[in-house]
């Protein structure tokens, strides 16, 4: 074999294996490839109802990394005016109702559904799909990067009717007080003077009597002595 014959020979033998070992351009679509998970555009939110959702992942492709989702129900404002969230003064702050979580497992693709309850009809409310940690109330702010879908639910009637009645609301113990005491009021009775009972009924007007007679004895006694 000839010096030009054994050096094709030996490039083609290297063509041949830098070829096999080469990544294909297919490798780079195989549908096997992980997904991030915490990149909100790499997930899929299918809504099943109002309470209910479907997560997984775009092109059912397995998650890189373990991934926490929440899914809650929020009571608004009574006053809330119907307009979108942002920027809107009457859409927030927003209570906690309804809560439940789930953990999409690294190496997984597989779809989770989670379901929530409701606040009563006769309230505003809002529902957010959104990664951990829980918000139990929502501001002005919204869920911010935590976000991944959501919507609100306008109430159909003005009325509360639940089936179970609401909590009385607690009464506060009124602070320890002393009534002021009302000063007695004076009465003076009546002053009835009796004459003592001796068996014999002496009215006063004979007894005034006899004593003015007496006096009148006297006093003429006297003066006829006098002459």
């Known amino acids: 074999?000839?010096?030009?014959?054994?050096?094709?020979?030996?490039?083609?033998?290297?063509?041949?294996?830098?070829?096999?070992?080469?990544?294909?351009a297919h490798a780079t679509n195989n549908p096997s490839t992980c997904v991030d998970g915490s990149v909100r555009s790499n997930l899929t939110v299918a809504w099943n109802s109002n309470s209910n959702v479907t997560v997984g992942t775009k092109g059912d492709k397995p998650l890189c990394n373990d991934v926490n989702i929440f899914f809650s129900s929020y009571t608004m404002p009574d006053n809330y005016n119907g307009?979108?969230?942002?920027?809107?003064?009457?859409?927030?702050?927003?209570?906690?109702?309804?809560?439940?979580?789930?953990?999409?497992?690294?190496?997984?693709?597989?779809?989770?559904?989670?379901?929530?309850?409701?606040?009563?009809s006769c309230k505003n409310i809002q529902v957010d799909v959104y990664y951990a940690p829980k918000i139990e109330t929502v501001t002005s702010k919204g869920h911010g990067?935590?976000?991944?879908?959501?919507?609100?639910?306008k109430k159909t009637v003005d009325t509360c009717t639940p089936e179970t009645p609401p909590t009385p609301p607690e009464v506060p113990t009124p602070e320890a007080q002393t009534p002021e005491t009302p000063a007695p009021e004076v009465t003076v009775p009546e002053t009835v003077t009796e004459m003592p009972?001796?068996?014999m009924?002496?009215?006063?007007?004979?007894?005034?009597?006899?004593?003015?007679?007496?006096?009148?004895?006297?006093?003429?006694?006297?003066?006829?002595?006098r002459r």
């Open 83 to 120: 307009q979108p969230f942002t920027g809107n003064p009457t859409a927030s702050p927003q209570t906690i109702f309804g809560n439940t979580s789930v953990v999409m497992k690294k190496g997984e693709n597989k779809k989770v559904t989670l379901a929530i309850d409701l606040p009563a």
């Open 1 to 24: 074999m000839s010096l030009l014959s054994k050096g094709l020979f030996a490039l083609a033998a290297v063509t041949a294996i830098v070829t096999a070992t080469a990544p294909s």
């Open 197 to 199: 009972h001796t068996g």
């Open 145 to 153: 990067n935590q976000y991944i879908s959501g919507k609100i639910i």
């Open 201 to 225: 009924e002496v009215s006063a007007t004979a007894v005034v009597g006899t004593v003015l007679s007496a006096a009148t004895y006297a006093g003429l006694y006297v003066r006829s002595k």
